[in-house]
């Protein structure tokens, strides 16, 4: 049984450090204390999209339509597959997620280089190439 546990592991690892290799980007192993860490908040968004992110350092979070609740109404795992620093000074993300909702999907995410603000983009598919406000999925937040 770990036998087959470590294979799925090591073709899951795999599957990742390819996908980045092929993007021209090198592997990356999320740290304990990540700058995305923490809880974002858009009191701006009534419900869709939610109020409230959370990112754990162990790669679970949530949202909550309501920033001021405790309870996260939707959950995900997720794993951190890049990280680097633009010219601007800002922290960009790569993260592929599965939501408890039985959605899966892909992020690019820029943390200012103030570390106050968080955006990002999401896709089911692949991994966005830009930061761009109008994309149906983009999401802004602010470090709670």
Not at 26 to 55: C, H
């Given at each position: ?19 980045s ?23 701006d ?11 754990n ?38 993260r ?49």
């Amino acid at each position: 049984m770990k036998s087959i546990l470590a294979l799925i592991l090591s073709i899951t690892l795999a599957v990742f450090t390819a996908d980045s290799i092929a993007g021209g980007e090198r592997a990356y192993f999320a740290k304990d204390k990540e700058e995305l860490y923490g809880t974002w908040i858009n009191m701006d968004y009534l419900s869709r999209p939610s109020q409230k992110i959370v990112f754990n350092s162990d790669g679970t979070g949530g949202n909550s339509s309501q920033a001021d609740s405790n309870e996260l109404t939707w959950k995900f795992k997720s794993l951190i597959t890049g990280k680097w620093t633009d010219p601007e000074g800002n922290i960009m993300y790569k993260r592929h997620w599965v939501g408890d909702w039985g959605e899966e999907g892909y992020s690019l995410l820029k943390i200012s280089n103030s570390g106050n603000t968080l955006e990002f983009v999401f896709d089911r598919y692949k991994y966005p190439n830009k930061i761009d406000p109008k994309h149906p999925f983009y999401r802004k937040y602010t470090r709670k």
